[in-house]
């Protein structure tokens, strides 16, 4: 099953753009047998983001693919739920295979830039700026957080992994990577709830047709327009 993983940067103007998770970097790539074709850095500078300047970012939870490069952005605060940080650092990862999707230095690094003041706890959803919301919908992990960004075109979605591909929903097929089923499917529905019941609103974790569906800049998938094919069409 081919997964893409992405980061996300929110641009407001006047401010710094805010980043939405930091995906991973070469070591657990190798460890998962996993290729990364556009290392972080460099889609960075091709987005024309200075990481140096990067204030904010926000961790949707903490899997390996989501939390794996806190180091590229030294200068930033990192926004995460409570009931997350709570789970990645508790005896329920004594338990090898829901451990599996975390890496421990990724942990480890946020626990070190908690007590150099650069980390904010959020406990369910907030208001994280104007225009841009969090949205708390466990299942997959304990914390995970959808962000809701007011767009020109309306509210668009960035579910993360509430949905790792679209056929997740509308087939009703969950990805087999969960805490909790019955929290899981709540947080589908709340997901696509948020999205105004569209598909072309929802951003989902590891979806190919993202970028085969939406406009490209330089291989950078801009949701923030419509989608030059709906993505039911794509279903």
């Not at 939406?214 to 039911?232: G, K, Q, S, W």
Request: glycine letters at 8%.
């Amino acid at each position: 099953m081919p997964l893409d993983y992405f980061v996300w940067a929110i641009h407001r103007e006047g401010h710094p753009p805010v980043i939405v998770d930091t995906g991973f970097g070469a070591a657990a790539a190798a460890a998962r047998g996993r290729e990364i074709t556009r290392p972080i850095r460099k889609s960075l500078r091709d987005a024309g983001i200075d990481r140096l300047g990067v204030t904010d970012v926000i961790l949707t939870h903490l899997h390996y693919d989501h939390a794996g490069g806190l180091g590229d952005f030294p200068n930033a605060r990192f926004h995460v739920q409570d009931a997350e940080m709570a789970f990645a650092t508790s005896r329920h990862v004594c338990d090898a295979p829901t451990r599996a999707p975390f890496d421990g230095e990724p942990v480890a690094e946020l626990v070190r830039r908690l007590y150099a003041d650069q980390v904010v706890f959020h406990d369910g959803d907030a208001e994280f700026a104007p225009g841009i919301g969090l949205r708390l919908v466990p299942g997959h992990t304990a914390g995970l957080q959808a962000v809701v960004c007011d767009t020109a075109r309306g509210a668009v979605v960035l579910a993360s992994d509430a949905a790792h591909l679209y056929a997740n929903i509308t087939r009703k097929l969950p990805f087999p990577i969960f805490i909790d089923e019955g929290e899981y499917a709540r947080a589908q529905n709340r997901v696509m709830e948020l999205a105004g019941g569209s598909l072309d609103h929802l951003i989902p974790g590891h979806d190919p047709l993202v970028l085969a569906c939406f406009p490209t800049e330089n291989n950078i998938a801009r949701v923030d327009l419509a989608p030059h094919t709906p993505v039911a069409e794509m279903l």
